[in-house]
């Protein structure tokens, strides 16, 4: 949801107090469009984050922490040449219009005081962050830099005179009157829905303030201009007023709505009539309130859209896996029609002092019971011993093919195994950092591309993720949620006399009951460990899992093998439906201590 110019204002009100004269210590660019100004101040550091995202462009301080590239942008560095070490002097907005300037006081290489500005255009896919010289009102450098091949109207490239984008003619809420309002209606098409129009008359509000001073003004939103008569555009004219008492007093109440489900959907700098009915929670920062809607939000989006990429490769590799695993099953079937080859060799060196060289042998196949005459087809320039032998190696060959072939099929199926387990880890990731884990994975076994590190060093970091422990009773439960996390759990963490659980047969986590006195495990903790194994395993949504359960010292990791892979041996087996309610009570239960 993109701000509008109210939004802005209030957004300008309340970091006014907070960033004016404090330094900049600090800038980060931790994506294409997204700056981190650490500003310091006495006894803290605030951190202001500018973003030109088309689909969430704002500024405000944020709490939350954001990885940065090994190589800062060339954006970023521009910023911390001019920038870093400069004092805050003012923030303001142009108008109502969407475009605030950050005027900074800092030093050139001369040593003399010089201004700039950093000017944020927070408008849809049009926003931009602007570095400009304020007295020459030059361009040093811009997040996104414009032609005039892109934009006529003005060029965004470094040493070019800054121009702002071109203001709408609308009217100032400051210079508002009953007349001119009726004016400006008067000039739109009388069938203009009454909101739309508000929207196209008066400057700095959006949508949905339009729709909210509507409602405040008791007309129905899908009334259109022709139905207006004094008495409405009175009602409109002091609805307006309203709002803008509001701006002028800076009585702000930061307001986020939420659906009958509970989900955020909509927010202002105050309430909104329009959504009476829905719960609506009061912030005490307007900062606070869009950092908690569109930055988990878009946390969320960027979630999603590391694990579609990361499923995409496990996809493609699953593919071409099972790909080559039906071309093996094929050429292994190939043995069995092979097999006839070795049985027409047989015939025909029985009946040798029968056969002489010919097109054809007619033979009695004593293999069968009921010997009936079967035509083996010869060569004629052979001799019936040189088509026996010719026979016997084409079976020789095929059947050799046929061992490495099955050899290799064995190795695709482990393949496949290994795979799925890193698809089941996967779909049970709830966190940055368990993608982060499975990145890794999919690098060291080659499926995914190696992102370069720091300084060039090519040794990749093995930071990894720790395993889920919960707490019940005396006992300690341990669950690997990936290949590396589980070999961890098993064989770092696990010890002989810990009983150790796993689903049967499909891929799932690793899980440890811990049992350091050796004693007989309650049920009640049997039952709460394989239930966790079940969920967190392919079988998460099926009824009656089998859940294998042996002591620790009977897994094995064979020499070799991939991460995550065991054998093991004098198990049990147990049969679960997984109960999801208890897992999430457990976990939620185990981490507020």
């Known amino acids: 949801m993109s701000l509008d110019g109210i939004a802005i204002r209030a957004l300008v009100d309340e970091l006014k107090p907070q960033l004016i004269g404090g330094r900049i210590d600090k800038i980060q660019q931790p994506d294409h469009n997204t700056l981190i100004i650490t500003v310091r101040q006495p006894g803290k550091n605030l951190r202001l984050l500018i973003t030109s995202k088309p689909q969430s462009a704002r500024f405000h301080l944020t709490h939350n922490a954001r990885q940065n590239p090994l190589q800062p942008p060339l954006f970023c560095m521009v910023l911390r040449k001019h920038l870093e070490g400069s004092k805050i002097i003012n923030i303001e907005q142009q108008g109502l219009e969407r475009i605030v300037h950050f005027i900074l006081e800092g030093f050139d290489e001369l040593g003399d005081k010089v201004n700039r500005i950093l000017i944020g255009e927070f408008m849809g896919k049009h926003s931009n962050l602007v570095l400009v010289k304020q007295k020459e009102g030059i361009i040093l450098d811009s997040i996104k830099r414009l032609s005039h091949a892109v934009n006529q109207y003005r060029e965004i490239l470094p040493g070019v005179p800054y121009i702002s984008p071109p203001p709408h003619e609308k009217i100032k809420l400051e210079e508002l009157t009953v007349e001119n309002l009726i004016d400006s209606f008067l000039n739109l098409p009388p069938e203009q829905k009454v909101h739309k129009a508000l929207l196209n008359i008066i400057e700095g509000i959006g949508p949905q303030t339009a729709k909210e001073l509507t409602v405040r003004a008791g007309i129905d939103r899908e009334n259109s201009l022709e139905f207006l008569g004094e008495y409405e555009y009175l009602s409109l004219w002091k609805s307006l007023n309203w709002l803008k008492n509001q701006i002028l007093s800076q009585t702000y109440q930061p307001t986020l709505i939420r659906d009958t489900d509970g989900k955020p959907f909509a927010f202002a700098p105050f309430s909104l009539e329009q959504f009476d009915g829905l719960e609506q929670e009061t912030y005490s920062s307007m900062g606070d309130l869009i950092d908690s809607f569109i930055g988990k939000s878009e946390e969320t989006n960027l979630f999603k859209q590391k694990s579609s990429d990361l499923e995409k490769i496990i996809e493609k590799e699953l593919d071409r896996c099972q790909r080559k695993l039906a071309i093996q099953l094929e050429k292994i079937a190939e043995v069995e029609i092979a097999a006839k080859y070795k049985l027409w060799g047989e015939l025909i060196t029985a009946n040798l002092h029968n056969l002489k060289q010919a097109k054809e042998a007619i033979v009695s196949n004593f293999y069968s019971e009921e010997l009936e005459n079967i035509a083996i087809p010869l060569e004629a320039n052979l001799t019936p011993n040189e088509n ?150 392919k079988g998460r949504y099926s009824a009656q899992v089998p859940v294998d359960y042996t002591l620790r010292k009977n897994v094995k990791k064979p020499g070799g093998s991939k991460p995550g892979m065991v054998i093991y041996e004098h198990q049990k087996t147990i049969y679960i439906t997984p109960d999801e309610e208890k897992v999430l009570q457990l976990l939620k239960k185990d981490t507020s201590h």
Not at 504 to 511: A, C, M, N, Q
Not at 512 to 523: A, F, G, L, S, V
């Open 388 to 537: 026996a032998q010719k026979y016997f190696k084409k079976y020789s060959k095929a059947r050799v093919g046929s061992e490495k072939t099955l050899e290799q099929s064995k190795i695709t199926m482990e393949e496949i195994k290994y795979l799925e387990s890193i698809k089941n880890s996967l779909d049970g990731s709830d966190n940055p950092q368990d993608l982060q884990d499975i990145r890794w994975e999919l690098e060291e076994a080659g499926y995914a591309k190696a992102r370069p590190q720091k300084n060039n060093n090519k040794v990749k970091t093995t930071a990894q993720s720790e395993p889920l422990a919960v707490a019940i009773e005396d006992y300690k439960i341990l669950i690997g949620k990936n290949n590396k996390q589980n070999d961890y759990v098993t064989f770092k963490l696990g010890k002989n006399e810990d009983l150790w659980l796993h689903v049967k047969d499909i891929p799932g986590s690793h899980v440890i009951i811990k049992n350091p006195d050796k004693k007989e495990i309650p049920q009640k903790i049997f039952d709460t460990a394989a239930n966790l194994a079940a969920y967190y395993s």
